[in-house]
């Protein structure tokens, strides 16, 4: 066959090899190697491409499995994507000098191959890790380990490095504003994650199932976490959202069986269903004023928990929140200052929370002093409990007062380990209870007596 019938050419582009295979000398003049021009042509031994051509296609030389040799001319100026992808033979080449353009996965699949390049050219080559177009990274197509997203992208698109196993580390550029919906999935070895303070939104599950992540700084401009965004990121221990967040989405840290703590801010509006599902060793949470509701089981199967921060006027937003029998204390703020409360969930009413959210304090008293059964608490809930009703009586019995007094005396030590002696006595002191002051530093010197005596520290009077 001869050269014409081999290649055809079309103004100056080779678009489609028809020989053989063999070795191969692309004929002079050719400014071009058309996209697929040689696609699959297994029996293809060597290629040399004549100075001239400008260009080679994408997926040019694509699964040319016994190529071994390229010969590339001086005159190359741009290799387009997947050029010479599962090419198994090929072991070495040169690239010139001149080269200013390098698709993405132009090597891929070619493995032990060596490169032959100047730096300027090694730069573009690693540039083609990336599927980047019109500043979206589609997808990212290289290797793993720590990478650096190149200046530019402003977005990542859906899935750009979902599932990469080997990824470790990732640095995002200053510029973008986007990471897109699954952008991360199942990264399982993504240790460390360094975001842009450009960022503003992260779309649904693009942290999802990173369970090798343990700490995230989200930065001040971000105002959209979508929903599962660090769902069952097992190694996450804390996380702050940063101010502009107004809602947590459903799901959006379920899982994260390492949560400890997490830091919701001032305007926030929304927590959504399930938000903090199975954060089983979550201790505490602080809820801010600007909550206007909790999503349903928003903290199921947070056994953990132990302590929950929040206005004294939002206490209404609790009703389901919580999975039944969790007990912990609830931490209020407002006009009286700090409060303590002993707080039990339950599905059909029979719990704490039940006496606390319409006010029946007599009930409230009852239940938390004989610890019955529809409001059994473990002892450091039931002693915090008893703290807050001296602290603020309302409507309280002198035979409750004296039960609980008689409960804190017995369980002093108890008491100074479920709280700092310091915390109480402030919250004390900000009431204006000089006698409930008096009380905690007797009950102090008997549960500590080589503590420091803190009582000059303290203005009796109120």
Request: hydrophobic residues 40%; charged residues 25%; proline residues 5%.
């Amino acid at each position: 066959m001869n050269s014409e019938g081999r290649f055809g050419i079309y103004l100056r582009e080779l678009t489609q090899y028809r020989g053989l295979g063999g070795d191969v000398t692309v004929p002079a003049g050719v400014k071009k190697i058309g996209d697929r021009a040689f696609l699959g042509c297994r029996r293809l031994k060597s290629v040399t491409l004549p100075e001239g051509v400008r260009e080679i296609g994408n997926e040019a030389f694509f699964g040319c499995s016994e190529l071994w040799s390229v010969r590339l001319p001086e005159s190359l100026s741009r290799i387009g994507d997947r050029a010479f992808s599962n090419c198994g033979s090929l072991k070495s080449i040169r690239l010139p000098d001149g080269l200013r353009a390098v698709g993405f996965g132009v090597f891929e699949g070619c493995e032990g191959l060596e490169i032959a390049a100047a730096e300027e050219v090694r730069a573009l080559l690693r540039g083609g890790e990336f599927d980047v177009r019109e500043g979206v990274l589609g997808q990212y197509n290289g290797r793993g380990g720590h990478v650096v997203v190149p200046t530019g992208v402003t977005k990542l698109g859906r899935r750009a490095f979902a599932d990469c196993g080997e990824l470790t580390g990732v640095v995002l550029p200053e510029g973008l504003t986007e990471v897109g919906i699954l952008a991360f999935e199942g990264c399982g070895g993504l240790t460390d994650v360094v975001l842009p303070k450009s960022l503003k939104r992260l779309g649904d599950g693009a942290f999802s199932n990173c369970g090798s992540l343990a700490a995230v700084s989200l930065p001040e401009g971000l105002t959209a976490l979508g929903s599962s965004a660090f769902r069952n990121c097992a190694g996450l221990e804390r996380i702050e959202l940063p101010q502009g967040v107004t809602r947590v989405e459903w799901n959006s840290f379920s899982g994260c069986s390492s949560l400890r703590s997490v830091v919701l801010p001032e305007g926030l509006r929304r927590i959504g269903s399930d938000a903090f599902m199975n954060c089983a060793v979550l201790e505490s949470v602080t809820l801010p004023e600007s909550l206007q509701s909790i999503g349903s089981d928003a903290f199921e199967g947070c056994t953990g928990l132990r302590s929950v921060s929040l206005p004294e006027g939002k206490l209404s937003l609790l009703s389901g929140v919580f999975p039944p029998k969790a007990c912990f204390i609830l931490r209020l703020t407002g006009p009286r200052g700090p409060g303590f409360l002993a707080f039990r969930a339950g599905k059909t009413g029979d719990s704490l929370s039940d006496f606390i959210l319409p006010g029946d304090w007599p009930g409230y008293d009852r239940e938390l002093l004989t610890n019955a059964r529809t409001g059994r608490c473990p002892l450091p809930v039931r002693l915090l409990g008893a703290f807050g009703r001296l602290l603020h009586p309302t409507a309280l019995s002198e035979e409750a007062r004296m039960s609980y007094a008689a409960l804190l005396k017995k369980n002093a030590k108890r008491l100074f380990q479920a709280a700092e002696p310091e915390e109480l006595l402030c919250a004390a002191r900000e009431a204006g209870r000089a006698e409930l002051i008096a009380f905690l530093l007797e009950l102090r010197r008997r549960a500590c007596p080589s503590s420091p005596d803190p009582a000059d520290e303290f203005d009796l009077e109120g």
